[in-house]
Structures are given as C-alpha cells and as structure tokens.
C-alpha cells in the first residue's frame, strides 16, 4: 500500500462552490448527502489506475486535499493554511458557476497556493484583468471547474461558458464544467453526469506531471 | 416657502444618508458575495438612511436650524417611515429569504412567509405586558405602542453591546492580558497538524484499496436497505465491511482533531500578530488607551450599581450639570444659553458618530464571522432591524444627555413614554452584561495556556 506512489492535488474555491461534494463524488462515487462548512482541511484518497490498460501501466493514490475557508480571510487563518500547501503536484480551481465572485477569487486563491505576492497596484482586480506573466513560469498544473451548471437558465448558458473559457485561458488550465448532483438520489452510483469527465481529468493531470 | 426649503433640505440629506448605507453595503459588507437580489441592499439602505436622518434632526434642534413646525413634521414622518420598515417590512422579508432556503416550502413561499410575520407580530405585542412602559390611555394602534416595544428590544441590545464592549474593549487593548506566543509552539502545533492529516490519508488509503480488492472480487458493497437487509446483514456480513466501519470511526475521531488542531494554530497565529502589534507606535498607544478605558467602564459599572440599588434616575444632564459646577463652584461667569447649546452639540454630535461607527465596525464583524453564501441574504436583514432599533432606542436614551429646553420635541413626537424605565432597563442590562462579560472573559483567559501545555 505504502509502496504506491502518492499524488497531491489541492482543492481550492470560495465558500459554498462546492469543492467537498466534488471531492466526494470522485472518491466515494456518491453524491454527498448533507455538505456543511468545512473547516481546515478535509482529504481524500483516491486511487487511479495511470494509463489503464497499457504496458505502462501504474496505480497511483491521488490525495485531494480539500482547503475551507474564503479567500477574505483573517491573515492568521492564510498563515495557517500555508501550512497545507507544501510539495504540491496539481492545483483544482472550483468555482460557482451562478456566482460570477467566486470566478473572480480563484485569481486571489491561486496566488495563495503559489506563494506569490499580489501585484502592487492597490487596485483589486476585478474585471478579469489578470496578469499571464504571474502564472507563466508556473510548473504545477491547474484546473478549472465550474459547479452547478444545472442551476444556470438555458439562455444563459452561452455567455457563462464563454466567460469561463477565458478565464481558464488565463490560467493556462484546462476546463471542466459540471454539474453536481445534490438534490437527486441516485440508486446507481455510476450514472451521475460528469462522471465520464473523472478518467479524462485524471489523466490530463498525472500527464502534465510526466512532463516534469 | 420656507417648509418647502426645510423639506428639500430634508429630502438631500436623506438620499445622502441612502447612497452612504448602499456604498458602506457594497465595499464593506458584501464585498465577498455577489448580491443576488437588489431588494436587501435597498432595504439595508433605506434603514440606515432613515436612522441617520433622525439624529441629523436631534442635531438641527440643538442649532436651531430649520423651522420648528417643519422640523416637528419631518419627526413625526421619519418616525412613521421607520417603524414601517422595523415592523412590517423587515421581519416579512426575513421570513421570506429564511422560507426561500427551505427546499420542502419553496412552492408556497408568500404564504408560509406572511404566516411567520404574523407570528413575530404576536411574540412583537406580547413583549410590552410585562413592562410598565406605557399609560393606559392609548389607543392600539397608535405610534406610542410600537415605539415602546421597539424600545425595550433595542435598549436591550444597547445594553448588551455597551456591557460586552466596555469590558471587552480594555481587554483586547491592553497588552497585559497577552499570552506569551513563541514561534517554536507554531511549529510545534503544524507539524501535529500535519502528522494527524498523514495519519487520516493513510486510514483513507488503506479503506480506498479495500472497497478496490472488495469490488474487483464482485462483493459489491451494499448498505443494508430495507427489512430484509437488516435481517441479512446480521447474519452474514463480509469482513471487509466490518473493517471499513471500524477504520472510518477511528478516521472521523482523527478529523475532528484536526479540525481543533487548524482552529489553535490559527489562534496562536493570531497572537503573535498582535504581540507583534502591540511593540509599534501605535500599538503603545491603544494600550495606553486600555488602561484608561478600563477605569472609565470600572466607573460605568460602579454608577449602574449605585443607580439600581439607590432607585435613581438623573435628573440633570451632564451638561448642564457641569455649566453648574463651573459657575458655582469656580465662579467662571460666562453666558450659560450659549455654551450650553454649544456644548451640548458637541457632546451629543460626539455620542452620536461613536455610537453609529462601532455600532457599524460590530455589525460588519459580527456578519464577516456567521454568514455564508447561502445565509448572507437572512442575516443582513436581521442586522438591519437591529441597526434600525438600536438606532431608535439611541433617540430615546439620547434625551437624557440633553438639556431640557431641548428635550421637548423627543417628548412631544414620541409621545408618554415613561423615558425613566428605559433608563433603569438600561442600567440594569447593561449591569448584567458587563458582569457576565468579565466572567466569560476569564473563563476563556484561563482555559486557553491550559490547551498548549498538552503534550
């Protein structure tokens, strides 16, 4: 058991994006039935076949570790999540896809993770203006994911994924969008919407890994 | 012409006060939410607005601005608006956002939300019985009624702000009372931390390979559904599932630790950022300041008493008195009319601004500490009633730190009052709350070096 390697991979988001029914849906297979807060740091495993069906292939645990808290908070709470944010291989981008602020954040979050300093404007950034030059050098892979697709009216669709689309741009990260099953019981597990998404996400990760 | 004049000025200084609440709503409160529906941050707005137009109006009476009629009438309108707001609108629609996130009542939302207001107005008419507030001459639907009620519930916050705040403030001022942090116990607490995370992945690794090896060999978990899986589950259950049950209890106890283990460590990082504080400048200075804060609230609390137990209410105003003290006893001779309407101005405006401004600084807190995306709408709404009576109760005590040329208007628009219960109720909250305060403070002091000391 010990003899597998280990992967981690930080979940970041605001408050209430969903990011501990995500962690769950991929390690349970099942929807979280009653998400709360969570404070400091919830983790999960799961274990993931790397290139399944190969000669290469691999079985790896892939550690998720699910950060609470806002991006707000005091800088005694920021100090004391730095402490998670060691020797780590992926970053997960969770954002809410009916709340354009939690958008917004995820440049503030990843920064946090990175252990870089805001850019000395004094200015927040708030209009999408982000900076390519913070993220250039970046060698951890990011990704990210916009929650509660379903809650979005059908009209409104079009102008939310384009939004997105930029905003993953700009982070030179690759893109999900899901939706996240809470008010349904499903008696199968397997036939949650965004599952088919799980093989492609785990190993677009763990490849950008190889290339390190 | 000149109540039109007096109303226009009226109706500037109101949208001032309205754009003031929505700016004061949107940089500070919300500025970690997107906010959904427009109709809170108008009411928090208008709320604030209103409240603030009423002080600006005690303020016009001291200087004598405006036209005495008009002023009266601009009370009396305020005062309705207000209480409108307080009763009626504010409570219906924080039954409606409360009735809102309920899934189950969604389809019959107005009709569960005018049934919740109808109970808060039932608790609301019940709450005046037992205080003696009122002479029974009044009618039951008449102004003196709600603004007595609305009185006691804010002088009650007041109370209780003011207790928790004069024994808090020289409290977290004051160095003294600083636990020594060093930055050897942080390192010490995140590496527990961290260690209690190793330890919960390794548990989490050890279940994900057995619920593997367990769904490979086609045993598919099941959770025992139903009568006859009970049954069966007695009888015969699979190692594995015995296993897993064991192990994710040993993990639920080692979260929770965790969860500890974060909230200390941020806790400890939070005094070492106030030791580091208070070695600046400023930081000498509110130190300075807690000490001498912390004889003015031994005094607050020392007056309360002697008030309670000798039955006395003031009678003079400070200002006055002091105007009296000066003259008699140090033989200043000076024109009494003018520096006391001066005076009193000044002391009255100074009460005023603190009173908004940490009333303001508390609210902003209190909600950054509670709230969350899905709560923010219900508990903005519960501090804008709060603020509205805190600020209406304000009017009340107010009258008692003025001169009484000046008392008359607070006496004729609020009507009879008995403006000396709400003083008592006052002294006696705030008595309360102050000791209460001092209790828990020290409860709290003490329990906190206990936890580090653990191995």
């Known amino acids: ?212 | 012409m000149s109540f039109l004049i007096d109303s226009s000025i009226m109706i500037t200084s109101q949208i001032l006060f309205f754009g003031f609440g929505w700016l004061f709503f949107m940089r500070q409160l919300f500025k970690d939410y997107e906010v959904r529906q427009y109709v809170v941050q108008v009411i928090f707005s208008v709320t604030f607005g209103f409240s603030c137009t009423m002080f600006e109006l005690i303020i016009f009476e001291i200087l004598g601005v405006l036209n005495s009629s008009s002023r009266y009438f601009h009370w009396k309108m305020n005062l309705c608006v207000i209480l409108l707001i307080l009763v009626f609108m504010v409570p219906f629609y924080i039954g409606y956002f409360v009735v809102s996130n309920i899934q189950l009542l969604h389809k019959q939302r107005l009709v569960f939300s005018c049934l919740l207001w109808l109970t808060f107005m039932y608790f609301f008419w019940k709450l005046g019985d037992p205080f003696p507030i009122l002479s029974p001459k009044h009618g039951i639907l008449s102004i003196e009624q709600l603004i007595s009620r609305v009185g006691v519930i804010g002088v009650t916050l007041m109370a209780l702000l003011s207790g928790f705040g004069a024994v808090n403030c020289p409290y977290t001022y004051m160095s003294y009372f600083l636990r020594n942090v060093t930055d050897t116990d942080i390192l010490a607490l995140e590496r527990r931390l961290l260690q209690t995370m190793d330890m919960i992945i390794s548990k989490k690794k050890r279940m994900a390979m057995a619920r593997r090896t367990m769904f490979q060999k086609g045993e598919v978990h099941n959770k025992p559904s139903g009568f006859w899986g009970m049954i069966k589950s007695v009888t015969t259950s699979a190692p594995g599932s015995e296993n897993l049950t064991l192990i994710q209890q040993e993990v639920d106890a080692l979260e929770e630790l965790s969860r500890q283990l974060f909230l200390e460590t941020a806790d400890l990082y939070a005094t070492k950022e106030r030791i580091e504080y208070s070695k600046t400048f400023k930081g000498k200075y509110f130190n300075f300041l807690g000490y001498f804060f912390s004889i003015y609230c031994v005094w607050k609390i020392f007056m309360a008493t002697i008030n309670i137990v000798f039955d006395r209410v003031g009678k003079t105003d400070p200002v006055t008195r002091g105007i009296e003290i000066t003259v008699n006893y140090l033989g200043i001779q000076f024109d009494v009319k003018f520096w006391s309407q001066h005076i009193s101005f000044i002391l009255v405006g100074i009460i005023i601004v603190t009173s908004i401004r940490g009333l303001l600084i508390t609210l902003t807190k209190f909600f950054y500490a509670i709230s969350s995306s899905k709560s923010s709408n219900v508990i903005v709404l519960l501090l804008a009633q709060i603020m509205g009576m805190y600020f209406v109760s304000s009017v009340l005590l107010i009258r008692m730190s003025m001169p009484l040329e000046y008392r008359t208007i607070i006496t004729e628009v609020l009507g009879e009052l008995q403006f000396n219960f709400y003083h008592r109720w006052f002294d006696v909250i705030f008595l309360v709350s102050a000791l209460s305060s001092i209790l828990f403070l020290y409860l709290a002091h003490k329990q906190a070096p206990e936890k580090h000391m653990a191995p």
């Not at chain 1, 806002?70 to 954002?95: C, E, M, P, Q």
């Not at chain 1, 379903?150 to 079009?158: A, F, G, L, Y």
């Open chain 1, 1 to 212: 058991m010990a003899s597998l390697d280990r992967v981690k991979v930080l979940v970041l988001g605001d408050s209430g994006v969903g990011k501990s029914s995500l962690v769950h849906l991929l390690c349970q297979n099942q929807v979280l039935g009653n998400p709360s807060w969570t404070v400091g740091c919830s983790v999960d495993v799961r274990v993931h076949d790397y290139k399944e069906g190969t000669p290469e292939e691999k079985t790896y645990y892939i550690e998720l570790w699910d950060v609470g808290g806002s991006v707000g908070s005091a800088s005694s709470v920021k100090s004391t999540r730095a402490v998670f944010y060691n020797s780590v291989n992926g970053i997960i981008l969770v954002h809410d896809l009916t709340n354009k602020k939690s958008s917004q954040n995820l440049y503030r979050w990843s920064l946090e993770a990175l252990n870089r300093d805001l850019v000395p404007t004094g200015v927040l950034v708030t209009n999408g203006d982000y900076d390519r030059e913070q993220f250039a050098d970046n060698q951890i892979p990011l990704l990210v994911i916009g929650t509660k697709l379903d809650q979005i009216h059908e009209t409104k669709r079009h102008e939310v994924l384009t939004r997105t689309a930029f905003l993953a741009e700009d982070f030179n990260a690759e893109e999900i969008n899901l939706v996240i099953e809470k008010r349904y019981f499903l008696r199968e597990g397997n036939q949650i919407p965004g599952l088919p998404d799980r093989k492609r996400f785990g190993g677009g990760t763990l490849k950008s890994l190889h290339y390190d």
